[in-house]
């Protein structure tokens, strides 16, 4: 019945949308991760299932990750949509309250759809390694990611919080997942930090033998250096079921939570269209949970309060808001509608007891 229920307003406000969206598509791209990362199928998905059934061509873009995201949503002709990491976004307005104008020129205009879901931070090591914890990578020599990267701000901005200093010069490597992974086996790093959401292409399409060679470090829920980082990350666990043929328990770890983000537009038939999209994504919110990535799963369609310096993108918001009021609307009847139905079947003990007829 619920079921029935959200489809029936849902589907009219598909055909609502769909009617205006006009014979000619609208031509937009999405900045998103990897290759091989989780960002890029998270696009993907958002393309095929929310963005197609509205009449916008959504064109995937792979990029080195959030930094560089934010740069291609505030200067790229056509990019009207981004995944960023909460922290990358954090530091661009904690540069711009600093007195940082170009930080405060590039984030102030930018404007979030809605948080998804957390990226697990993975800290790789050899598997001989005689490191135990996410604590022992002090004045290691760390790959930390592509320059222009999410995971380039998270690696920094982690060991910072940890060790109360930078990640001294001379142990920094700039490298690709791909790249930081292959350095790691043949002992040209000794760490290896890759931010994505599990279960990652990245391992899971890696040569067994290889991935053999790899392990991750666990978080220390009792050293200092976890409570320094719980200060801006959070506790998570990297599952076995997520690598079942690498780990062999479940690992401990932090996370960063991804937004989906656009640009506070003002012409009218952007705004049509981010309308459209919204819409879009409140009506096949179920399809992308049961047939997008995994990590679909694990975000919620809602829009939680923000902290100082984020805003929402108005237009979108107050469609999401409608949806939101409407699907809870629907649940509510379907939930009256199923406890006045009579029952159909009787239990013996019922029946004995004169409970029904």
Not at 2 to 23: E, H, M, N, P, Y
Not at 241 to 270: H, I, M, N, Q
Not at 322 to 344: D, F, I, W, Y
Request: charged residues 20%; contains cysteine.
């Amino acid at each position: 019945m619920l079921k029935r229920l959200l489809a029936g307003w849902l589907g009219l406000a598909l055909i609502l949308v769909c009617s205006l969206a006009g014979a000619e598509p609208a031509h937009y791209k999405i900045v998103t991760g990897p290759e091989r990362g989780t960002y890029i199928q998270i696009g993907q998905d958002l393309s095929k299932w929310v963005a197609q059934p509205v009449g916008i061509d959504l064109d995937v873009v792979a990029s080195k990750g959030s930094a560089e995201n934010v740069q291609r949503m505030r200067f790229e002709p056509g990019v009207k949509l981004a995944l960023v990491q909460s922290d990358v976004y954090q530091a661009y307005i904690d540069m711009a309250n600093a007195g940082n104008s170009d930080a405060g020129t590039t984030i102030r205009p930018l404007r979030l759809i809605m948080p998804l879901y957390d990226e697990e931070i993975n800290v790789v090591v050899r598997a001989d390694s005689p490191l135990k914890t996410l604590a022992d990578i002090k004045d290691k020599t760390i790959s930390v990611g592509l320059l222009g990267s999410g995971t380039a701000q998270t690696a920094t901005t982690l060991y910072h919080l940890m060790f109360g200093q930078p990640i001294p010069a001379q142990n920094v490597q700039h490298l690709s997942n791909e790249d930081a992974l292959a350095a790691l086996i043949v002992k040209k790093v000794d760490v290896a930090i890759i931010v994505v959401g599990q279960p990652a292409k990245l391992f899971n399409d890696m040569n067994p033998e290889l991935l053999q060679q790899i392990r991750l470090l666990r978080v220390d829920p009792a050293a200092p250096e976890t409570a320094r980082a719980r200060q801006t990350y959070f506790p998570t666990t990297i599952r076995t079921a997520s690598y079942p043929t690498w780990l062999k328990e479940d690992v401990p770890a932090l996370t960063v939570k991804a937004f989906l983000v656009t640009y506070d537009y003002g012409l009218r038939d952007t705004v049509g269209n981010l309308n459209r999209f919204a819409d879009s994504l409140c009506a096949n919110f179920d399809t992308l949970q049961e047939h997008g990535h995994p990590k679909w799963k694990q975000v919620k369609l809602e829009l939680p309060p923000l902290v100082r310096g984020w805003k929402y993108y108005g237009p979108v918001e107050r469609h999401l808001r409608a949806c939101l009021t409407n699907r809870s609307a629907a649940m509510n009847a379907a939930a009256t509608q199923a406890a006045q139905k009579p029952r159909s079947t009787c239990t013996d003990q019922e029946r004995l007891l004169l409970l029904c007829k």
